[in-house]
């Protein structure tokens, strides 16, 4: 996955301070996939001019990526020009004053673990440290700020959202090292979930590895799955 050159990193984050940019981008990222103008201009409650204004801009900052593409199954002369569409771009984009670089040394630790066959001792910390912190979260009982798993994943950066499966995460918050070190980074995703899901006394469903396009590896399958 790519990273913003760092001389845009403060401009694109500041492009979120407006509202309603903001908010289109929620609405893009949510969709999982492409938003055409109409569609994100309704969701969000503004014209299509203003939704395509500020869509554009978020594109221009490396936020979301644009194609055009023809929607309905009309073709030819007739069928009308292809629609814009968006969708949450590849790469990411972070800043930190002053400037730390905590990713490289999660690659040097993740290398050497990896090298040495350690996996199996990342685990198992992994498991503690997720069980003490859904204890954390769970003693901090109901309502906002509660206990609801999905309040502990979403603040954690995976961005769940739920299907007929059971809970899906459409964001991996490991993913450059997932795609360089797959084995050991969704070894230790799937054993932070499943300490979550032990320290915090709920179970929605089982933990399991389910990777697939534009998610995270991980998946909470439902009970019903399991019956």
């Not at 309502?143 to 959202?161: D, F, K, M, S």
Request: hydrophobic share 40%; net charge neutral.
């Amino acid at each position: 996955m790519d990273k913003v050159p760092p001389d845009r990193d403060l401009a694109a984050i500041a492009l979120l301070q407006d509202p309603v940019r903001r908010a289109l981008y929620g609405h893009v990222v949510a969709a999982g996939g492409e938003v055409s103008r109409n569609q994100a201009a309704e969701a969000v409650g503004v014209q299509r001019g203003l939704a395509a204004f500020h869509l554009d801009k978020l594109v221009e900052a490396g936020l979301l990526e644009a194609s055009f593409r023809r929607l309905g199954d009309r073709r030819g002369p007739g069928a009308g020009r292809p629609a814009k569409l968006y969708r949450r771009a590849a790469g990411e984009v972070a800043a930190s004053l002053p400037a730390r670089t905590y990713e490289t040394a999660a690659h040097l630790l993740a290398e050497a673990v990896d090298q040495t066959g350690a996996d199996l001792e990342l685990q198992a910390a992994a498991r503690r440290a997720g069980q003490a912190a859904g204890r954390g979260r769970a003693a901090a009982g109901p309502g906002p700020g509660g206990a609801a798993i999905e309040q502990v994943l979403e603040a954690r950066g995976y961005e769940p959202y739920r299907d007929v499966a059971g809970l899906r995460l459409r964001n991996c918050p490991f993913a450059r090292l997932s795609h360089e070190f797959p084995v050991l980074v969704c070894a230790m995703n799937l054993a932070l979930i499943e300490g979550l899901l032990d320290g915090m006394g709920e179970q929605p469903g089982r933990a399991v590895m389910d990777p697939g396009p534009g998610r995270c590896c991980v998946a909470i399958t439902s009970k019903d799955n399991h019956d």
